[in-house]
């Protein structure tokens, strides 16, 4: 259980799905963006890149995330198809045999997180029949896209490519890489870059980089007896007056107030 949780946009091969149980959360998987309320549930599937954001309220969420093997599909999950949404939401289940599914994947995560939290004898056991149970509900109910390798081509590499983005960023953010340097990258032009980027991470190139940079700021300064200033240098930043101001602009305090 999560609350209030803010995530940059990654990605992995495991499967995540989520639930919410209080207020709301935006949340971004590709190019959907999605505000969820309570009784909302999303799904990542393999590879989906996604964010969270929850600057504009609060939410408490529940977080599955598992690798697909688990369930029989050791490639990724789903297998030759798409969600033609990774959202479930609960006001557009209108339908009697929709309220009856949308009830049940409610109840799964409820007996996930009850499993889990209980530990009772043989619940390991309980918990993959669960995610058995959930994944067979979603192929047979929620809409899917078949994937076409030469229709798709276009979106499949333009997500790969963002994902080769994300992890160069994961690893370089201490270096100077400017816009121009990740579009190239991306080999894509720097109008479309910066555009597709923001349409898949939830902000601007800038942003996500700088938040890069004070969450790791922000862990050295937690964890080491490194100088403010070494800090700075260390997660990419060129002066410690920029790193200052970035860093009350994304965490509101600054980097003294955590010493």
Same mark, same amino acid.
């Given at each position: 259980?999560?609350?209030?949780?803010?995530?940059?946009?990654?990605?992995?091969?495991?499967?995540?799905?989520?639930?919410?149980?209080?207020? !709301?959360?935006?949340?971004?998987?590709?190019?959907?963006?999605?505000?969820?309320?309570?009784?909302?549930m #999303? %799904?990542?599937?393999?590879?989906?890149?996604?964010?969270?954001? $929850?600057?504009?309220?609060? =939410?408490?969420i529940?977080?599955?995330?598992?690798?697909?093997?688990?369930?029989?599909?050791?490639?990724?999950?789903?297998?030759?198809?798409?969600?033609?949404?990774?959202?479930?939401?609960?006001?557009?289940?209108?339908?009697?045999?929709?309220?009856?599914?949308?009830?049940?994947?409610?109840?799964?995560?409820?007996?996930?997180?009850?499993?889990?939290?209980?530990?009772?004898?043989?619940?390991?056991?309980? %918990?993959?029949? @669960?995610?058995?149970?959930?994944?067979?509900? %979603?192929?047979?109910?929620v809409? @899917?896209?078949?994937?076409?390798?030469q229709?798709?081509?276009?979106?499949?590499?333009?997500?790969?490519?963002?994902?080769?983005?994300l992890?160069?960023?994961?690893?370089?953010?201490?270096?100077?890489?400017?816009? #121009?340097?990740?579009?190239?990258?991306?080999?894509?032009?720097?109008?479309?870059? =910066?555009?597709?980027? *923001? $349409?898949? !991470?939830?902000? =601007?190139?800038?942003?996500?980089? $700088?938040?890069?940079?004070?969450?790791?700021?922000? +862990? @050295?300064?937690?964890?080491?007896? *490194?100088?403010?200033?070494?800090?700075?240098?260390?997660?990419?930043?060129?002066?410690?007056?920029?790193?200052?101001?970035?860093?009350?602009?994304?965490? +509101?305090?600054t980097?003294?107030? @955590?010493?």
């Amino acid at each position: 259980m999560s609350d209030n949780i803010d995530f940059l946009a990654h990605w992995h091969n495991d499967l995540e799905l989520v639930y919410v149980f209080e207020g !709301s959360i935006r949340m971004g998987i590709n190019s959907e963006t999605r505000v969820l309320e309570a009784g909302d549930m #999303a %799904i990542c599937s393999s590879g989906d890149i996604h964010y969270y954001e $929850s600057k504009d309220g609060s =939410s408490k969420i529940m977080m599955v995330i598992f690798n697909p093997s688990l369930i029989g599909f050791p490639g990724g999950w789903p297998l030759n198809v798409r969600l033609t949404s990774p959202f479930i939401d609960k006001c557009l289940v209108i339908r009697e045999d929709e309220v009856a599914i949308n009830n049940r994947l409610s109840a799964i995560m409820q007996e996930l997180m009850r499993e889990y939290n209980q530990k009772l004898e043989y619940h390991e056991q309980l %918990i993959i029949g @669960l995610l058995h149970e959930w994944s067979g509900l %979603i192929l047979r109910h929620v809409p @899917l896209d078949k994937i076409n390798p030469q229709k798709d081509k276009r979106r499949i590499t333009n997500m790969k490519v963002m994902q080769e983005v994300l992890e160069y960023l994961d690893v370089n953010y201490m270096h100077s890489i400017t816009l #121009a340097d990740a579009a190239r990258q991306a080999n894509m032009s720097l109008f479309y870059f =910066s555009r597709f980027f *923001k $349409s898949i !991470s939830g902000m =601007s190139y800038i942003v996500y980089l $700088s938040n890069i940079r004070v969450n790791q700021a922000e +862990q @050295l300064l937690l964890t080491t007896d *490194k100088s403010i200033l070494e800090i700075a240098l260390e997660c990419g930043f060129t002066n410690i007056r920029t790193f200052n101001r970035v860093f009350k602009q994304i965490k +509101q305090r600054t980097p003294s107030e @955590l010493r």
